[in-house]
């Protein structure tokens, strides 16, 4: 069980600082595959804000996760499909709503 905690808190952290960093400091060469076609994204500000924030929050909630884990470990088999659907719908939703920011 430590072993899930502590990779889960590992992640939730790494993500968190990613996020922080895309977000507010505008590091959007951090995001996958932007550093190739960084000219074709119409406003760089709002989409580093966009991916940030959702990066940011799915840092958070890994860490609640975590945290959660750690604290009641009976509830482990809500958590981690709860962490896993929350992956899957900021996912989409990232994906979605930065198509408006990229020319194609």
């Keep these: 069980m430590w072993i899930i905690f502590t990779v889960l808190g590992t992640l939730g952290c790494i993500l968190s600082i990613l996020g922080y960093l895309i977000k507010f400091k505008n590091k959007i060469q951090l995001v996958a595959g932007v550093y190739k076609n960084e000219d074709k994204i119409k406003d760089k500000k709002d989409f580093a804000s966009l991916v940030g924030g959702n990066v ?3 840092g958070l909630i890994f860490c609640a996760g975590a945290l959660g884990i750690y ?3 009976s509830y482990k088999e809500l958590i981690e499909p709860a962490l896993l659907l929350s992956l899957l719908v900021i996912g989409i939703l990232t994906y979605t709503k ?3 920011y990229i020319e194609m």
């Design 71 to 73: 604290i009641c470990p």
């Design 98 to 100: 930065s198509k408006k």
């Design 56 to 58: 940011l929050i799915l």
